[in-house]
C-alpha cells in the first residue's frame, strides 16, 4: 500500500554525544587501512606482480575484478539503501559488512603465487568482489547515520572527522608495515633504527611480508569497529522484516525514480559527483603506477610516499570540515576541486628531464639534498603537488558526503546513499578508460594522466547548478 508523508519537512534527528560521534569516526579509522593496505599500495601490486606473475596481466585481472564488483554494487547499493531505511537500525549492517570482510581479509594470507601452492587465482578474485561489496554497502549505512549524529554545520565537521580517522588509521598501519616489515625486507637497506629481521618472523622469500597485510586489516578493523558498537546511538528497528523490507525497499527505489523531478537537485548533484569521482579515483589509482614508470620509483619509494600522503589525507579530513563550516558543502567542493584541477596540471608538468614543461637537466643540477628517496627537483615537485592533491581530493570527499546529508530526504537517507555510493562506481570505468586511450594515442603516460582534467572540470560546471537545500519527502511505501 501507498501512503503520503505525513510532515512535509521533517525535522532533524536528535544529534548525539560527543562519544557517540567519536566512535562513528571510528569507523573509517577501523576500515581505511583495507584501503591503503590491501586495495592500493600492497596487496594489489603484489597481486599483479607476483601471484599473477606478468604485471600487465594482472592489472587486467585486478581491474575485471573491480569491474565485477562496480556493476554488483550498482545493483545492490540503491536497494539496499531503501531496505535499510525500512527496517530503521543501522549500525548492524555495518557490522555485517565487517563481519564479512575480516576473513575475506585474512584468507588474502594464503594468495600465492600457483608454485607455492595457497588458493586458486579465482578464488582470490573472488574475495577481491567479496571486499568491495562489503566495504561499500558497509559505507551506505555508515554514511546514512551522520545526518542523525549532527545537525547544521557540524554535518561537515563530523564528516572531515570520519576522513582524519580514516587517514590516521592507515597512516598508523603503514608506520608499522614500513618500518618494521618492508624495509626490513628491502635488499640494501641498513638503517640502524630498523630491526634486523621482518616483525613476526616473515619470511620474504614466501611472500609473508606482502601477505600479511591482509591479516593486518582483518585484525584491525574488527577491534576498531567496536566502539561503534557500545557508544553510537541507532535509530530503532521498525520491525518490518527481511523479506518485506526488500519487497518494499524495491517500491520505494520505483516510487523514487517516478517521481525523479521533485529531486532532480539530487540527480544533479549526484551526477557531478559521478563525474569528478571517476577523476578524482583514477588521479589516485595512477599515482604510484605514473611515478614507476616516469620516475623508475621502486616499492619501497612508493610506500613511503603512501605515508606522506596518509600524513596529507589526515589534515584533508579536517580542511574538509572546516571549508564546509566557512563556505558550505557547495562552495568547499568547488574551492576544493579547483585546486584538485591546478595541482593535477602541474603532476604532468614534471618529469625527470622538464619541471613546469620546461627542459631540465636533472644530471648538472645534482641532488637536491642527501636523503636517499625523492632526490631530483622534478621528483619533490611531483611529491609537493601529490601532498596537495591528498589534501584536496579528502576533503572533496568529506564535503561530498556532508553536501548528500543535506539535500536528500531525510526519511529516505540510506536509499539516497545507496545512490550515492551507485554515482562514485557506476562509471567506475570512465577514468581508466581515458587514462587507457589517451595513453594509447599519444603513446604517453602523461597524456593519459592528463586527459583525467576534462572529468574534474566537467564535474565542477554541473556542482555549479546544485542548490544547497533538503529535497521535498517522497511518497513513501507504508511502514505500518
Known amino acids: 500500500m501507498i501512503a503520503t508523508l505525513i510532515e512535509e519537512h521533517r525535522a532533524p534527528e536528535t544529534p548525539t554525544d560527543a ?41 587486467e585481472i585486478w581491474s575485471l575484478s573491480y569491474t565485477i564488483a562496480g556493476l554488483c554494487i550498482a545493483v545492490i547499493a540503491p536497494v539496499l539503501g531503501a531496505i535499510v531505511d525500512r527496517m530503521g537500525s543501522r549500525k548492524p549492517w555495518i557490522l555485517g559488512s565487517v563481519a564479512v570482510m575480516a576473513p575475506a581479509c585474512w584468507a588474502l594470507w594464503y594468495a600465492m603465487p600457483g608454485l607455492h601452492g595457497g588458493l586458486p587465482l579465482v578464488f582470490i578474485c573472488v574475495l577481491i568482489v567479496v571486499l568491495m561489496l562489503g566495504y561499500e554497502c558497509g559505507s551506505v549505512a555508515h554514511n546514512a547515520m551522520l545526518p542523525s549524529l549532527a545537525s547544521g554545520r ?6 572531515g572527522l570520519g576522513l582524519g580517522a580514516g587517514a590516521t588509521g592507515s597512516l598508523c598501519v603503514q608506520v608499522v608495515v614500513l618500518f618494521g616489515i618492508f624495509l626490513p625486507a628491502a635488499p640494501g637497506v641498513d638503517w640502524s633504527f630498523l630491526p634486523s629481521q621482518p616483525l613476526f618472523g616473515l619470511n620474504p622469500a614466501t611472500f609473508e611480508h606482502a601477505r600479511i597485510v591482509g591479516p593486518i586489516a582483518a585484525v584491525w578493523m574488527s577491534i576498531f569497529i567496536i566502539p561503534l558498537w557500545l557508544w553510537t546511538p541507532d535509530r530503532p528497528a521498525t520491525g518490518i522484516g527481511v523479506r518485506r523490507a526488500i519487497r518494499e525497499g524495491f517500491q520505494q527505489l520505483v516510487i523514487t525514480v517516478k517521481r525523479a523531478r521533485q529531486v532532480s537537485n539530487v540527480g544533479m548533484f549526484l551526477s557531478a559527483r559521478m563525474l569528478y569521482n571517476d577523476g578524482m579515483s583514477a588521479v589516485q589509482a595512477y599515482c604510484g603506477i605514473y611515478a614507476a614508470g616516469v620516475f623508475g620509483w621502486d616499492l619501497a619509494t ?14 584533508g579530513g579536517f580542511m574538509g570540515g572546516w571549508l564546509d563550516g566557512r563556505f558550505g558543502s557547495r562552495g568547499a567542493i568547488l574551492i576544493s576541486l579547483t585546486l584538485t584541477c591546478l595541482a593535477v596540471l602541474v603532476a604532468v608538468s614534471v618529469t625527470p628531464t622538464e619541471v613546469f614543461f620546461f627542459p631540465y637537466d636533472a644530471a648538472a643540477a645534482g641532488p637536491v639534498w642527501s636523503f636517499p628517496y625523492f632526490r ?10 601529490y601532498i596537495v592533491l591528498a589534501i584536496t581530493i579528502t576533503a572533496i570527499i568529506v564535503n561530498g558526503r556532508a553536501m548528500m546529508a543535506r539535500v536528500a530526504p531525510l526519511s529516505m537517507m540510506s536509499q539516497f546513499f545507496g545512490l550515492y555510493a551507485l554515482s562514485g ?22 597524456a593519459g594522466f592528463a586527459s583525467l582534467l576534462a572529468l574534474l572540470v566537467a564535474g565542477s560546471l554541473l556542482v555549479l547548478r546544485v542548490r544547497e ?7 513513501q511505501v507504508e511502514s505500518a
Open 425 to 446: 562506481t557506476a562509471t567506475a570505468f570512465l577514468g581508466h578508460g581515458m587514462v587507457a586511450l589517451f595513453t594509447g594515442l599519444f603513446h604517453s603516460q602523461r
Open 154 to 159: 557540524q554535518i561537515g565537521r563530523l564528516s
Open 469 to 475: 537545500e533538503r529535497a521535498p519527502e517522497l511518497t
Open 19 to 59: 562519544r557517540g560521534r567519536i566512535a562513528w569516526a571510528l569507523v573509517e579509522f577501523a576500515r581505511n587501512p583495507y584501503v591503503s593496505l590491501v586495495f592500493m599500495f600492497v596487496f594489489a601490486p603484489y597481486f599483479a606482480a607476483t601471484v599473477v606473475g606478468d604485471a600487465v596481466r594482472g592489472q
Open 302 to 315: 612508493i610506500m613511503i610516499f603512501a605515508l606522506i600522503l596518509s600524513v596529507a589525507c589526515v589534515l
Open 376 to 385: 631530483t627537483l622534478p621528483e619533490l615537485i611531483y611529491l609537493l603537488t
